[in-house]
């Protein structure tokens, strides 16, 4: 006897279909999962014989031989459960399927039946549409997730029993709403740190309000307790809103790594991601035997927030080179070659020094110059010329701490973020970019039009810091936005002046490093 069911997979994230095909045969009683199996999937053999029991069903008699199709492509997880389940229901002879060739199956058993959540739902139920699937049926808790899928109808399913009633035709289950959450409200701003509680660093402030709003990456380099970790944590609260696309995107990182919190259909804030200064390079990659997402990778479309920059693994910090460059992340293993989007903001914090106080106005500094260059050393000359805008934070007055005048709150500086923003997007309109930051060789001379006297700044700064061929691409992605946010169409010598302005520290810190070693 044969009997087969339509369920879907996961490479990556990126979803496809999986055909579970059971097979009954006259022999010694066996239960046998093929297919390119990992562990996981094989252990659904004790959870699908107790949920007979359970239902009081008797498990049939023979050589039972589940495959999973296609064979080439390796599963995992325990998301094939529900429809081995069915198929070996159906072989039993305990029920009745109607036609369900148009329909998937997605879930986690129980050892009672219940239905239990899987990762990367939103994933499996996009590829269920693009397959040509009509419906598929998932955990109920991950039905808000997968609803956001337009074109399949989504059901939730809570137990086995629930799903028997609904396929015999008993008692229906209603399919998921597929409401689409806010993404632009002050919702989804409600609990962030807020500018408004930060006192006196407006030039810190100015050059987060210049990354925010053209995606840019940002070092900030200072003391001690001048408010680098502050500042960066209140980064999320001006971002420009997340577009559906990336909204969607986000959520199948999150979904497939597990850690999209429960009953949520979509990630409604951009990712803020802090990993300590201990993280591995595959910490910050991803990898595995089954290649996982990392930190860079579930920071996309957000922020990736390193703190003590120096102090983390030299061999982690270069492996940034290459996603910060193209915007995503390729994984090699035996077991397969998986992409994950890494389209992030980098937003690094450091002190000048191993004690923190060179520069300060008011403390010396401890270290001796061969540690300071050894310190400063630890980050390399390719990834500071990544970073587009260099500030120093040094320390705050007190006259500035203790004024009662309000600070501009982080609603204010949003407002002008997303202006900058929707100008960009309308800019670049069907280009597939959506910052400055992501501007293209091609894009960058159309889009970057110099007046006169801005010309003619940007070819004495190019000689005179020596930039390089990157540096000088990144001095005029900056530009642009400091002209967006200003509003104008050309850049001028004035938004020039400030973009160069964010390239000073490098000559200030790892230039003296270079002349002492």
């Known amino acids: 006897m044969y009997c087969s069911l339509h369920s879907m997979g996961l490479c990556g994230i990126d979803g496809f279909a999986v055909e579970t095909e059971a097979d009954l045969s006259r022999a010694l009683p066996s239960f046998e999962i093929v297919g390119l199996p990992d562990a996981a999937v094989k252990e659904p053999r004790g959870r699908v014989r107790a949920v007979f029991a359970n239902l009081g069903c008797p498990f049939p008699n023979g050589k039972v031989v589940v495959n999973l199709a296609p064979a080439s492509l390796k599963k995992t997880g325990p998301l094939y459960d529900l429809p081995i389940l069915l198929t070996l ?40 549409r693009d397959a040509g699937y009509d419906e598929i049926f998932l955990p109920a808790a991950n039905a808000p997730e997968g609803s956001v899928a337009q074109g399949i109808r989504v059901f939730p399913v809570e137990n086995v029993r629930q799903l028997l009633d609904h396929l015999s035709g008993v008692s229906p289950i209603a399919p998921a709403a597929g409401e689409l959450p806010d993404l632009g409200g002050d919702a989804c701003m409600a609990g962030l740190p807020d500018f408004s509680e930060v006192r006196g660093q407006e030039q810190a402030k100015r050059a987060l309000e210049v990354a925010a709003s053209g995606g840019h990456n940002l070092l900030m380099v200072g003391p001690p307790g001048t408010g680098k970790s502050m500042l960066a944590k209140r980064l999320p609260s001006i971002l420009p809103p997340l577009t559906f696309e990336e909204a969607v995107e986000t959520t199948r990182i999150h979904s497939v790594a597990g850690i999209l919190p429960p009953g949520d259909a979509l990630v409604r804030v951009r990712p803020f991601r802090s990993p300590h200064h201990t993280v591995s390079p595959g910490g910050l990659t991803g990898g595995g035997s089954q290649p ?3 930190e860079v990778s579930l920071a996309h479309n957000g922020v990736l927030f390193l703190d003590e920059l120096p102090e983390f693994d030299k061999r982690a910090l270069e492996v940034l ?71 120093e934070v040094m ?40 910052c400055n930051a992501r501007l293209t060789p091609a894009l960058l001379r159309q889009a970057c039009a110099l007046t006169p006297s801005a010309e003619t700044l940007m070819h004495a700064a190019f000689d005179k810091l020596g930039l390089s061929g990157r540096s000088y691409e ?32 490098d000559r200030k810190y790892w230039q003296r490093k270079s002349a002492l070693l």
Request: proline share 7%.
């Open 474 to 505: 990144r001095v005029l992605k900056v530009a642009r936005t400091i002209a967006d946010l200003d509003g104008s169409g050309p850049i001028t010598a004035d938004h020039i002046s400030e973009a160069i302005q964010y390239r000073g520290l």
């Open 321 to 391: 080179r290459q996603p910060l460059e193209d915007g995503k992340l390729t994984i090699s293993r035996a077991a397969a070659r998986v992409s994950y989007p890494a389209s992030v903001m980098l937003v690094a914090a450091m002190n000048p020094c191993p004690c923190g106080y060179y520069g300060h106005p008011t403390r010396p500094c401890t270290c001796g110059e061969a540690r300071i260059a050894l310190y400063l050393g630890r980050v390399s000359g390719p990834l500071l010329d990544r970073i587009d805008l260099h500030v």
């Open 395 to 434: 320390p705050v007055q007190y006259e500035e701490l203790a004024s009662a005048a309000p600070a501009e709150s982080s609603r204010e500086i949003r407002a002008r973020v997303v202006r900058a923003r929707q100008r960009q997007l309308e800019r670049y309109a069907g280009t597939g970019v959506t």
């Open 292 to 294: 996982m997402p990392g």
């Open 89 to 128: 229901l159906q072989l039993s002879g305990a029920v009745q399927l109607p036609d369900l060739s148009r329909s998937a199956f997605v879930g986690e058993l129980s050892l009672a039946g219940e239905v239990r959540p899987v990762t990367g739902a939103l994933s499996m139920v996009l590829a269920a």
